[in-house]
């Protein structure tokens, strides 16, 4: 299986490169992918560095323009398609259907894989994203359980990549609007679920205080481990009780289904975190290419490895890891 | 051992810190930090600090300081007044970060690292660090961070 990992940077870039990615995802500096953060991403001149950088050493570069075309900035969506077109990238990663039109209809030869955010969770769904865009490949959404990702992946008339590891967002991906509930802002429209600018953290003697647009969403007491400022993710008041009603902070962990995807015919595994710095890339991407290179060889007796998951665990949300909707048996 | 370091080299940074004078401090920050970021400053990358002030305080040693942009150059002032965000955490914490040994976020779900303040302006110097090419740094920079490097690996060891 590839290996896809996150760079919001030239040298988270250059990292994941160097650890053993097989693919590396970016975004350019503006709200058409679903990282938009200040400071974060690729302008022309080091998009262009990256490039380089990873075909000289034959890793393959795909460009995420996901997030949903606005109709006043529609241009926007167009040019950066063209952009990552001119820049000569391996493929794009694209969720609305007028983007997915424009980029087939201009450039036929462009390789184009259904985002995550595109929420296609059944054969159908792929069927139809083939037939009118021709992708060749989907990301499938981290609702499925293993046995829909197995039933999915028997038909499905593209390959499909699936997510390995990251910060678990755990609503219908692409339909979910907490984040604009709250701030005005999704990541589906704007690039970013609780935009940084609606984000305040207090320090306060009964511990650190999360709010995002004014609204206290957790209070973590001393010693308790944090987690994205995201609503899904906060504690609420249910009945009486103060519980994470929807989400814990957790980030998703599935090397030990690694023999079980393979199995299925899932054909790439996506890592998450194009947010995070080049150390947290390091680490991950190391981890996953020493799993995926054991898995190879050991086949059927393949289990994880103590210190593997130990490093995955201390760079997660909440410092702990889930095996999310893969393992829900009731699905 | 580890911890024998630990009380004997951080009391010392500490009181040497502390003791240096504030001139020197700001003068020497002042050309590393202009230097190590002259095409961030060139590029306008910076430009989220002119007129903006961010706070760094190093919890266990007891030190800081206010940086911001001035023109082009970064300027840097004393802990006391305003700021529009403070990040704040241990020697050990942002040791770990300079080399790049450890992830901010890893750091901040693990209540090592805090924010408080403008929120989007942190996260803004958080990724204008990460973007930074360590390769484009000129020798003895490239050198001061492995110092860096090896000697938090030595110190922090866990
Ligand atoms: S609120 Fe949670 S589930 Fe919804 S987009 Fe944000 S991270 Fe994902």
Redesign the interface.
Known sequence: MELVCPAGSLPALKVAVDSGADAVYMGFKDDTNARHFAGLNFNDRKAKQALDYAIDRQVKVFVAINTYAQPKGWKRWQEAVDRAYDLGVNALIVADMGVLEYACNKYPDLALHLSVQGSATNHEALKFYHQHFGIRRAVLPRVLSLAQVKLAAEKSPVDLEVFGFGSLCIMAEGRCYLSSYVTDESPNTCGACSPAKAVRWEETAEGRESRLNNVLIDRYREGENAGYPTLCKGRFKVDDHVYNALEEPTSLNTLRLIPELSAAGVKAIKLEGRQRSPAYVEQIVRVWREALDAYAIERDNFAPRGEWLDSLSKVSEGTQTTLGAYSRPWQ | MQTLIQKVVEPLVSQSAQVCPFLIQKITLEKLLSQVFALEIADG?LD?LANRYLKVYVKDLNIGWRITLNGNHVQVERLGGDADVTISGNAKEFALLVS???????L????RL???GD??L???????L?????ENLSFPLKQLLESVSHVSRFIYAA
Request: charged fraction near 40%; hydrophobic fraction near 25%.
């Open positions: 990358d989220c790049r040994q450890e992830d901010p976020d890893t901040f779900f693990q209540r805090t924010i408080e929120t989007e942190g996260l803004e110097v958080k990724n204008i990460d973007a930074l090419d360590h």
